[in-house]
Nanobody, 121 residues
């Protein structure tokens, strides 16, 4: 069972940037799929971006071209670089991991505690 700890959230103006980090425990991080999800008040938790064990990335249409997910297996860390932030990006951002890509966001995955991102003037 991997443990995840997110960091890097905060308050930023529209058009600004933030970088999130998710540090993982365990010795088999390199074979796990990773993802970032977000949840705004009163809304469901939605997929933001995923990255496979081989580094293949996918993005929600709402963030494509603005966000970049990456991973450093040696440091057991996954990153989410967020550029050109919009007010609708405001949410708690959660790191997620699973052995299988198809399990991301579901019962057999593991979640971090979340980090708040607020985009406001």
């Amino acid at each position: 069972q991997v443990q995840l700890v997110e960091s890097g959230g905060g308050l930023v103006q529209p058009g600004g940037s933030l970088g999130l980090s998710c540090a993982a425990s365990g010795s088999i991080f390199n074979i796990f799929a990773m993802g970032w999800y977000r949840q705004a008040p009163g809304k469901q938790r939605d997929l933001v971006a995923t990255i496979t064990r081989d580094g293949i990335t996918n993005y929600a249409d709402s963030v494509k071209g603005r966000f970049t997910i990456s991973r450093d297996n040696a440091k057991k860390t996954v990153y989410l670089q967020m550029n050109n932030l919009k007010p609708e990006d405001t949410a708690v951002y959660y790191c997620n991991t699973a052995l299988l890509f198809s399990q991301l966001g579901h019962d057999l995955s593991s979640w971090g505690q979340g980090t708040q991102v607020t985009v406001s003037s």
